[in-house]
């Protein structure tokens, strides 16, 4: 176990002399219990805190700086956006926490991404990840009618970005959750509707020419979800449509298909969205027939690309 535990981990350890505490913590600990006693911890260095701390915290920790686009710009082209999404999808105004484990259980994501909080929950990472949740409990049985939803919502991720972002941007989000209708007749019709709908939204804010990538991730030689992807999108002169079949990102993650979603494809592209099924809702509802579309567009990105000249 000592191979597994870091240094800082190893020094609070060593401080409340005891080697296992974190597994006292973790699996013998009631979950009330836990967290009364982590707030009890949070307050007391809380109180402890001064202004002059929380300026040096402010200035060193890259979780708290403000965005770096300009908000006015992002609003505007958020509230245009929405408006160009079809009614078909119901938008929902997300809570900016989820239940702990959402994104590790669901995703999978390492919890290490994620911000953890003390009353067991953690920070919105991905808002397909919450709307996933939301559509499971709106589905509730295999009666309930097919769910469409939207969000727009602003996400913290605890991994570095480096030169390519800040760990907190703002994501549009889609999600088609329901049963398996037979001849992926619910995947075509979804990845139809995702796609459209994403475009369309790209279109309303910018007049760049938009590339969808498609990755079949099935193995056998049904007729592909891909058919209905192409055929969705083949009206739209400004759109172009290409099969990603060396995508390595996003198996494991993704079933059946996934997309990337390119602005100004060529050598100054840009990655603006992703999307693809996943079996989060069947995981949730324990039902093997229950299907589910996410997808996303990072709309800080997008303002940067519709405010630059080509």
Same mark, same amino acid.
């Given at each position: 176990?000592?191979?597994?535990?870091?240094?800082?981990?190893?020094?609070? =350890?060593?401080? !409340?002399?005891?080697?296992?505490?974190?597994?006292?913590?973790?699996? $013998?600990?009631? %979950?009330?219990? =836990?967290?009364?006693?982590? =707030?009890?911890?949070? #307050? #007391?260095?809380? %109180?402890?805190?001064?202004?002059?701390? =929380?300026?040096? $915290?402010?200035?060193?920790?890259?979780?708290?700086? @403000?965005?770096?686009?300009?908000?006015?710009?992002?609003?505007?082209?958020?509230?245009?956006?929405?408006?160009?999404?079809?009614?078909?999808?119901?938008?929902?105004?997300?809570?900016?926490?989820?239940?702990?484990?959402?994104?590790?259980?669901?995703? @999978?994501?390492?919890?290490? *991404?994620?911000?953890?909080?003390?009353?067991?929950?953690?920070?919105?990472?991905? &808002?397909?990840?919450? !709307?996933?949740?939301?559509?499971?409990?709106?589905?509730?049985?295999?009666?309930? @009618?097919?769910?469409?939803?939207?969000?727009?919502?602003?996400?913290?991720?605890? $991994? &570095?970005?480096?030169?390519?972002?800040?760990?907190?941007?703002?994501?549009?989000?889609?999600?088609?959750? %329901?049963?398996?209708?037979?001849?992926?007749?619910?995947?075509?019709?979804?990845?139809?509707?995702?796609?459209?709908?994403?475009?369309?939204?790209?279109?309303?804010?910018?007049?760049? &020419?938009?590339?969808?990538? !498609?990755?079949?991730?099935?193995?056998?030689?049904?007729?592909?979800?891909?058919?209905?992807?192409?055929?969705?999108?083949?009206?739209?002169?400004?759109?172009?449509?290409?099969?990603?079949?060396?995508?390595?990102?996003? #198996?494991?993650?993704?079933?059946?298909?996934?997309? *990337?979603?390119?602005?100004?494809?060529?050598?100054?592209?840009?990655?603006?969205?992703? %999307?693809?099924?996943?079996?989060?809702?069947?995981?949730?509802?324990?039902?093997? *027939?229950?299907?589910?579309?996410?997808?996303?567009?990072?709309?800080?990105?997008?303002?940067?690309?519709?405010?630059? @000249?080509?």
């Amino acid at each position: 176990m000592d191979g597994d535990i870091s240094a800082p981990i190893r020094r609070v =350890l060593t401080a !409340l002399g005891s080697d296992d505490a974190v597994e006292v913590l973790a699996e $013998q600990t009631g %979950g009330s219990d =836990l967290t009364s006693f982590l =707030l009890e911890v949070m #307050r #007391r260095r809380a %109180g402890r805190s001064t202004p002059s701390d =929380l300026m040096r $915290q402010y200035r060193r920790d890259r979780f708290v700086e @403000p965005g770096a686009v300009d908000a006015r710009a992002l609003h505007r082209m958020t509230a245009t956006m929405i408006d160009s999404i079809p009614s078909s999808f119901k938008f929902v105004e997300l809570a900016p926490v989820i239940p702990l484990g959402s994104h590790s259980v669901l995703a @999978p994501v390492h919890q290490d *991404k994620v911000v953890s909080g003390t009353r067991n929950l953690e920070v919105a990472a991905d &808002p397909t990840v919450a !709307l996933a949740i939301v559509a499971a409990h709106a589905r509730g049985d295999a009666s309930a @009618p097919t769910v469409h939803l939207a969000a727009v919502q602003r996400i913290l991720r605890a $991994q &570095p970005f480096g030169t390519q972002g800040q760990p907190h941007f703002s994501v549009m989000a889609l999600l088609s959750a %329901g049963r398996d209708a037979g001849h992926l007749a619910f995947e075509a019709a979804a990845i139809g509707d995702h796609l459209r709908a994403l475009v369309a939204a790209i279109a309303a804010v910018t007049g760049e &020419p938009v590339e969808i990538r !498609l990755t079949d991730l099935r193995a056998d030689d049904r007729p592909t979800i891909t058919d209905a992807a192409h055929a969705a999108l083949a009206p739209l002169r400004h759109v172009t449509v290409a099969d990603d079949p060396g995508r390595e990102a996003g #198996r494991g993650y993704y079933r059946d298909l996934c997309f *990337k979603v390119i602005v100004r494809p060529g050598p100054d592209e840009v990655e603006i969205g992703d %999307g693809g099924f996943t079996d989060w809702t069947a995981q949730l509802l324990e039902n093997r *027939k229950e299907r589910l579309l996410t997808s996303g567009l990072g709309l800080d990105r997008l303002v940067t690309v519709a405010s630059e @000249p080509a």
